[in-house]
């Protein structure tokens, strides 16, 4: 037999049983919490208290939970029961450190022994929502985890083992290297793993640094009975290895509840009850809910719940069931001192954050080929459609506004085409936000690796729009000028990249970016110089010219492709512009040097790259 514990209903052979007390000893953790409240700040306070009649004065505080105590035993396999909105997620949070918002009292021990900062490393959670890299393999997403949360002193090859124990710990050791798949932003379609394949793949994300307490939320939900059930004895199996697990559920199946060692009912925000499904019955029954036959307990159990929470027996129940548990379930004996079991974690460096997220990052873009074709063909049929109005202008006079038309039409272009990446950037802000949630890595380190990937592609996009309409419109063919001109108009299309990118951070909606994005990118262009030169602008609106980065964007590609030169005349008539000096005396920008120029545009972009980090750090955070 492959498997020699019977995990059916929870028990096991008597010849296992030994070895998995063993284990529950040795690794184990015991958590007990007490008196946990936790409350957030309400925020329709003002609004309440205009609304409302004065006898009914509107709280400032709004409490979630209130002193919530409990206990949970080494390697037990806990479901958290309770209806919709009772606290059950939220308590989950608390438990495993994860809210970032509101204040919690009460304590929380493991071993006997208060938290520490080592208690986010001995344990683990998996959200409601699987957020997984979808172009990612199964294999390289739990490779990621181990990169990155395994201590450095782990080998690649010790990695590679704890990943291959974890594929088989949750069953999916042939889709080892099946992508994830789903939707791609841009709309391209991979196969995907089903809804359980994927649940087994978060709950394998967590498994990679060997935890001894995992906390998951409604891991259950969305999947079918059968599904429920597999996912439900992986749990189990992890107990038998000294795991101990807790999660929340909703209406279990009768084989699922079966599995449990202990049910916690939470009602309100207030424990309702612990311990065993036995005990339970015997509970309800008191109550005077009786278990019918043939009923599934769960669902008979949530129901009573429900009914009891809108009773008025309500406060009663949870004030009794408090101070039972305060004298049995809460004292000296239950506390079990011992060692902690914790493997020794420590951080791994920033540089190696940043080399595992470049390599994911470089993998993810050039799986989405839809995406990073579209770009580059994008660029390319605007260079050449671009060529074809423009090309093969003359030195002449007549020539002359074509040639400046062209220089601001590949600003504009340029200023345009990141508006591409929106779609892109804010769907990975889920997968990013939920991983920082998770404490994966910093958030610098991965700011770096996606604009690393971004430069380099944004740098391929612009030089191939730039160079093929330079080529054919024949603009100064001189090598360090071209070489200028395209490193100008790389520049101009990695600032417009890190505008979009700091609004989207801003507002974090598809939206907003586009309407902010576009009404901005009006106004560069507007005020770049080109239409009206900033001599000639009313003097109420002159100063905008300074907020434009297309304004030092255009002047030095101008002076750049003007300066010292001259310029045909025609034969008979006028010449009004017989030098390249007197084209930029034009525009009011003779007197700037391109390389000025290009350092105002080269400090915008680097503005531009620091309000995108900042925004990422600041904004838009997971708020729990
Ligand atoms: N940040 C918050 N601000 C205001 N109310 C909140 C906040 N977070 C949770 N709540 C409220 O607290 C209560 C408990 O929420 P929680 O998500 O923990 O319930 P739950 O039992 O997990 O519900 P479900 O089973 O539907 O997921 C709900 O009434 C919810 O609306």
């Known amino acids: 037999m492959d498997n020699p514990i019977d995990t059916t209903y929870g028990r096991t052979t008597n010849e296992t049983a030994i070895e ?300 009794r069931w408090q101070q039972s548990w ?21 951080s791994v460096s920033y540089f190696c954050q940043y080399r595992v997220l470049l390599r994911r990052c470089f993998k993810d873009f050039f799986r989405n080929l839809g995406n990073i074709g579209s770009r580059l063909a994008t660029s390319i049929v605007l260079g050449l459609l671009l060529a074809a109005c423009f090309g093969g202008l003359k030195n002449n006079q007549t020539d002359l506004p074509k040639v400046t038309g062209v220089i601001f039409f590949l600003i504009a272009c340029l200023n345009i085409t990141p508006f591409t990446s929106i779609a892109i950037f804010l769907s990975s802000r889920t997968l990013f936000n939920a991983e920082r949630a998770a404490g994966i890595y910093k958030t610098l380190p991965y700011y770096l690796a996606a604009m690393t990937i971004e430069i380099l592609v944004a740098t391929v996009c612009s030089f191939s729009m730039a160079a093929i309409t330079y080529g054919i419109s024949h603009l100064r063919w001189e090598v360090n000028r071209f070489f200028f001109t395209m490193l100008a108009y790389v520049f101009v299309h990695l600032l417009s990249e890190f505008v979009v990118l700091t609004i989207a951070n801003l507002t974090g909606t598809m939206d907003t970016t586009f309407s902010i994005g576009s009404f901005l990118c009006g106004v560069f262009q507007l005020f770049a110089g080109f239409f009206v030169p900033t001599q000639e602008l009313p003097k109420a609106f002159a100063w905008l010219h300074y907020l434009s980065p297309l304004f030092p964007a255009f002047v030095t590609i101008t002076v750049n492709q003007f300066q010292d030169t001259s310029i045909d005349c025609p034969e008979i008539g006028p010449c009004l512009y017989p030098t390249g000096n007197d084209v930029l005396i034009k525009y009011g920008i003779q007197d700037i040097s391109r390389g000025a120029a290009f350092g105002a545009l080269a400090g915008w972009t680097t503005f531009y790259f620091i309000t995108t980090f900042l925004a990422l750090v600041y904004l838009n955070k997971e708020k729990r």
């Not at 998951?216 to 004895?233: W, Y």
């Not at 049995?328 to 914790?342: A, M, P, R």
Request: hydrophobic share 35%; proline share 3%.
């Open 326 to 346: 305060e004298v049995d379930g809460c004292n000296e004996n239950t506390l079990i001192q011992s060692v902690i079991h914790k493997e020794d974690l420590v």
């Open 20 to 319: 998995i007390d063993q284990e529950k000893k040795r690794r184990g953790v015991q958590l007990s919490f007490k008196n946990i409240t936790y409350k957030i700040r309400n925020q329709k306070y003002k609004q309440q208290l205009k609304s409302k009649n004065p006898a009914e004065k509107p709280e400032k505080e709004i409490v979630l939970l209130k002193n919530v105590s409990g206990n949970i035993d080494k390697g037990e396999f806990v479901g958290l029961m309770g209806p919709s909105g009772s606290g059950k997620s939220t308590l989950l949070d608390v438990l495993a450190k994860r809210k970032s918002t509101g204040t919690i009292s009460g304590s929380i021990l493991v071993n006997g022994c208060k938290i520490g900062s080592d208690y986010k490393k001995m344990c683990s959670y998996v959200t409601q929502e699987d957020t997984l890299l979808q172009t990612a393999t199964v294999f390289e997403t739990l490779k990621f985890y181990a990169d990155l949360k395994l201590p450095a002193s782990f080998s690649d090859n010790e990695k590679i083992e704890r990943v291959e124990q974890v594929l088989d710990d949750i069953g999916l050791k042939e889709q080892a290297h099946s992508k994830i798949g789903g939707t791609l932003p841009g709309g391209m379609v991979l196969k995907a793993l089903s809804g359980g394949e994927k649940k087994r793949v978060s709950i394998g994300c967590a498994l990679v640094t060997n935890p001894s307490l995992i906390f998951l939320d409604e891991p259950t939900s969305g999947l079918d009975s059968v599904n429920a059930l597999s996912i439900m004895k992986i749990l189990l199996n992890l107990t038998h290895k000294g795991v101990t697990v807790v999660c929340s559920v909703h209406q279990p199946r009768s084989e699922i509840w079966n599995l449990f060692h202990k049910v916690m009912l939470v009602l309100k925000g207030k424990m309702a009850f612990i311990g065993t499904s036995l005990e339970m019955n015997k509970y309800f029954e008191d109550l005077g809910y009786p278990l019918p036959n043939h009923t599934n307990p769960a669902d008979f159990y949530l129901d009573s719940a429900v009914l009891l929470a809108n009773s008025d027996r309500y406060d009663d129940v949870v004030e």
